[in-house]
């Protein structure tokens, strides 16, 4: 491994720059990005060794692609078009079907590896990267079959030593699980947000009344829109699913409270307390 | 000080109890509770000194009551009955307009105070209780003009001892605006906690996918139903109203999703980021 490029110098990019150099301490990072602030700004957080571009693609042992879903959409057929025939091209983003198609029929497809870290801040940029998001975190690869067996152990490897829990699924099957116990989470907290910000114009009142449970259900809503636009446009169809069924238990919660249905509501939130269990599971 | 009666010995009431014996180490604190259980654990915790009951409050210089909201207002009219008449009793629930209704024409309306500490987690009963729980969170006073000006001496004393920043504010307001500020939260939080248990049968499917945002999305969806479902009742009508509010913003933004009118999706999310200035205000 000598030459590793990052697209994109972000939370995840950057993150992921950090934890490969430490595997191979001589590898050389090109990264590339939009933003010429954020490359002066990797290189100044030794996040990435070089500024460079698309066109220097062939020297690229490994391409780690960790823009929005709709860019690494974009650029992935480039990427394919500009790599040697050796190099190993992973992208990191959160919705896996519409890129798997994008590539479905590109005589590198083997080259490419389609992957979801389950990690993750509500903050962006090449200043929120930090050694160790990753850590004993879910690593999720998407249509493993589609990629050259070797460069996938290559792969495999570098999460396993980046202590990743290595999860297989079908990209359709990811994008679907992945709308309710992601996405939706982030509209949830982006709506409750705007609710209270609607209703209270005089910001004291939350700032008094607001606790700690306030705080944690609209973190979320912190989240960048710019990796957010592309992920709703994206992943729509499993979206507008979660939604309608997660608006249509909110309206049950109404109603069972209009008509005074205080036995149904306790047992409703007794019976979701089970989420205890799960989340412990996380851990 | 010499006598402390504490009504509902859980998380509010324990942890109130620690912070209490700091000001005045030689009170004495009575526990009282409808679960003997309960009752008996905060005495091995060192919460109350003694296991004691309502016929013996005329000892009591100061009485807190920690209960589900109901139960409060079940017996808060026991509770002045039984006092002296230099007795200061505080309730801590997290619905005013419903107890100060209940106490209004009382003859020992003076004697009682109402209090909403911005303070719990998602745990309750003796054993979630811990001394610090209220050290910098705010403490509301509701209607403080109907108490004996003395008496809310004492207490705003004993709260700025804890560390406390004391907030005033009528009832009605303060259940108006806590409506959107917590009790939403915790029903945005249930529902999404249960949309997602009842889309995901296969567990694992959320073991392996959930990440840290998910978790801290349905942390209150742990929160215990038999204090939520009074609150729920007795706050029902500006609950309901701030439920339309969230549904309608739901709706909204999945009609714009399903429209796609990416650009003003992502005004929508620019726009709830100024959530980030208010989240740094609460700390």
Redesign the interface.
Known sequence: MNNIFVIGVGLIGGSLCLDIKKIYPKVKVYGIDTSNENLDMAVKLNLIDYKSSLDVLYKADLVLISTPVDVANKIIIDVLNNINSKSLVIDFGSTKTNICSTVDNHKKRRNYLASHP?????FSGPNAAFSGLFNN??M?LCDTEKTDPNLLATAETIFRTMDMNI?YMDSFSHDK??A???H?????????????????KN?N???????????????????S??M??PI??LN?EN??E??????M???N??NL??N?K?GE??N?????????N??K??R
Request: aromatic share 10%.
């Open positions: 389950i990690a993750g801040t509500e975190k879910t999720i999860r699980h992945i309710y116990v992601s939706l989470s982030h509209i949830s907290s982006f709506m409750l947000g705007k609710t209270v910000m609607d209703k209270e910001e009142n939350i700032f008094d009344m607001a606790g700690s449970g306030f705080e944690s259900t609209v973190r979320l809503a912190k989240s829109p710019e957010w636009t709703l446009e729509k979206i507008v979660s939604l309608e069924e997660y608006i238990n909110l309206n919660f109404k409270l209009q005074d205080f509501l306790k409703q939130m007794t019976r979701t307390n089970y989420i205890k799960i989340l599971g996380l």
